[in-house]
Nanobody, 115 residues
């Protein structure tokens, strides 16, 4: 069974930084597209950033210049470096990936940014 497990969330003050990790486990023979999404309380889940297997990244306008997505294919892990955090970045952050021809989601990690 292929799984994604997020880690690295927590409470941080505005202007601070956090690094989220998402590790894939299981028998993985295809580690493709990966992405981070977030869902604030009472709101829809929104795309934050994506990265292709070749390393091409794309970002939501709201995080451009502040967040960086990266991946380590050997470790089957994707990262989200978040700098200059704002209270509006508060949300549950979910990892999503296309692996073994399946769309897989993690359970999420909570990021809280205090003002």
């Amino acid at each position: 069974q292929v799984q994604l497990v997020e880690s690295g969330g927590g409470l941080v003050q505005a202007g601070g930084s956090l690094r989220l990790s998402c590790a894939a486990s299981g028998s993985i023979f295809s580690f493709g597209y990966m992405g981070w999404y977030r869902q604030a309380p009472g709101k829809q889940r929104l795309l934050v950033a994506t990265i292709t297997s070749g390393g091409t990244a794309n970002y939501a306008d709201s995080v451009k210049g502040r967040f960086t997505i990266s991946r380590d294919n050997a470790k089957k892990t994707v990262y989200l470096q978040m700098n200059s955090l704002k209270p509006e970045d508060t949300a549950v952050y979910y990892c999503n990936g296309w692996m073994n021809a399946m769309d897989v989601w993690g359970k999420g990690t909570l990021v809280t940014v205090s003002s």
